[in-house]
């Protein structure tokens, strides 16, 4: 369920780093994609580029897995491009699934404002027992591009960009996620 068709990555820490900047250049020059592929990374700080990047590339959906989302998720910067998502067409979306979704309101003050200025498109689960096994963090933009974290203890992830088919069997393990979840109200969300 989790297996993805891996191309062979790119070799070294400078040539992640490399791929990172190239895409986070792409996506952030305006382009509507990075350039298609496969890139792997090994540090923390290189899955944030590339979270940026590929959050950069959303037009119409952003569906994200996460254990629990931090400060680091709360940045100014990916506050305004979820914004811009979700401001440029009603029928834009933004999913989250969460294992614990309790410290949303204590840590991520402008996903919570972003909540309530357009509630119809953000929508938050927690799982339930049946999905507590899930323990990579995965988001996928538009059903084209993806970047998972192999496991939320570790920083190396991949990146999938311009990929449907690559991105197609990520996509159904966050629908599993989902269907394994249940809604929260924005009341308990935010904290009300």
């Given at each position: 369920?989790?297996?993805?068709?891996?191309?062979?990555a790119?070799?070294?820490?400078?040539?992640?780093?490399?791929?990172?900047?190239?895409?986070?250049?792409?996506?952030?020059?305006?382009?509507?994609?990075?350039?298609?592929?496969?890139?792997?990374?090994?540090?923390?700080?290189?899955?944030?580029?590339?979270?940026?990047?590929?959050?950069a590339?959303?037009?119409?959906?952003?569906?994200?897995?996460?254990?629990?989302?931090?400060?680091?998720?709360?940045?100014?910067?990916?506050?305004?491009?979820?914004?811009?998502?979700?401001?440029?067409?009603?029928?834009?979306?933004?999913?989250?699934?969460l294992?614990?979704a309790?410290?949303?309101?204590?840590?991520?003050?402008?996903?919570c404002?972003?909540?309530?200025?357009?509630?119809?498109?953000?929508?938050?689960?927690?799982?339930?027992?049946?999905a507590?096994s899930?323990?990579?963090?995965?988001?996928?933009?538009?059903?084209?591009?993806?970047?998972?974290?192999?496991?939320?203890?570790?920083?190396?992830?991949?990146?999938?960009?311009?990929?449907?088919?690559?991105?197609?069997?990520l996509?159904y393990?966050?629908?599993?996620?989902?269907?394994?979840?249940?809604?929260?109200?924005?009341?308990?969300?935010?904290?009300?």
């Amino acid at each position: 369920m989790n297996d993805v068709p891996q191309p062979a990555a790119p070799a070294g820490p400078a040539a992640s780093t490399t791929a990172t900047a190239a895409a986070t250049a792409s996506a952030t020059a305006g382009g509507t994609a990075a350039a298609p592929g496969y890139r792997r990374f090994e540090t923390i700080g290189e899955y944030w580029s590339a979270f940026d990047a590929v959050l950069a590339l959303a037009r119409r959906e952003v569906f994200l897995f996460d254990i629990s989302l931090d400060s680091n998720f709360d940045r100014p910067h990916r506050s305004d491009l979820l914004r811009a998502l979700l401001a440029a067409h009603p029928d834009n979306r933004l999913r989250i699934v969460l294992h614990d979704a309790h410290s949303l309101a204590r840590e991520c003050p402008r996903l919570c404002i972003l909540m309530r200025q357009f509630s119809e498109s953000v929508s938050i689960g927690q799982t339930t027992q049946a999905a507590r096994s899930a323990a990579d963090p995965l988001i996928v933009v538009d059903s084209v591009h993806a970047l998972r974290r192999f496991h939320h203890t570790q920083p190396r992830s991949s990146l999938i960009t311009d990929d449907p088919a690559a991105t197609r069997p990520l996509l159904y393990r966050l629908e599993q996620i989902q269907e394994a979840s249940e809604p929260l109200p924005p009341a308990a969300v935010l904290g009300l």
